[in-house]
């Protein structure tokens, strides 16, 4: 059975760090893509980061460019997300996820397994 479990997740303040994981477990993960996506209140789940297998290829959304950067550790099952610069916008639940292939894409349904998500609260 295929787990993904986030963790790092908390109360910071504008201008500052976080460093997000997650912890994948049920197969091997090496060979597919794995992202972050983000919920605010209210709002529909969006696309973080990505990073394909065997880290040929990261990607981006426009507003973590500069800020974030997604990195994975094939050998543990680990991705993590660093975020810098934190905005009280950036306030949301982190949801890691795997795709259903090597490279994944910006859209949730280019991923097969989700996590429950780790709660980011950016005061300001």
């Known amino acids: 059975q295929v787990q993904l479990v986030e963790s790092g997740g908390g109360l910071v303040q504008a201008g500052g760090s976080l460093r997000l994981s997650c912890a994948a477990s049920?197969?091997?993960?090496?060979?597919?893509?794995m992202a972050w996506f983000r919920q605010a209140p209210e709002k529909e789940r969006e696309y973080v980061a990505r990073?394909?297998?065997?880290?040929?290829?990261?990607g981006y959304a426009d507003f973590a460019k500069g800020r974030f950067t997604i990195s994975r550790d094939n050998d543990k099952n680990m991705v993590y997300l660093q975020m810098n610069s934190l905005e009280p916008e950036d306030t949301a639940v982190y949801y890691c996820?795997?795709?259903?292939?090597?490279?994944?894409?910006?859209?949730?349904?280019?991923?097969?397994?989700w996590g429950q998500g780790t709660q980011v609260t950016v005061s300001s």
């Open positions: 996820a795997v795709a259903k292939g090597p490279y994944g894409d910006t859209t949730m349904s280019a991923y097969e397994y």
């Open positions: 990073d394909s297998f065997a880290g040929s290829f990261t």
């Open positions: 049920g197969r091997t993960f090496s060979s597919y893509a």
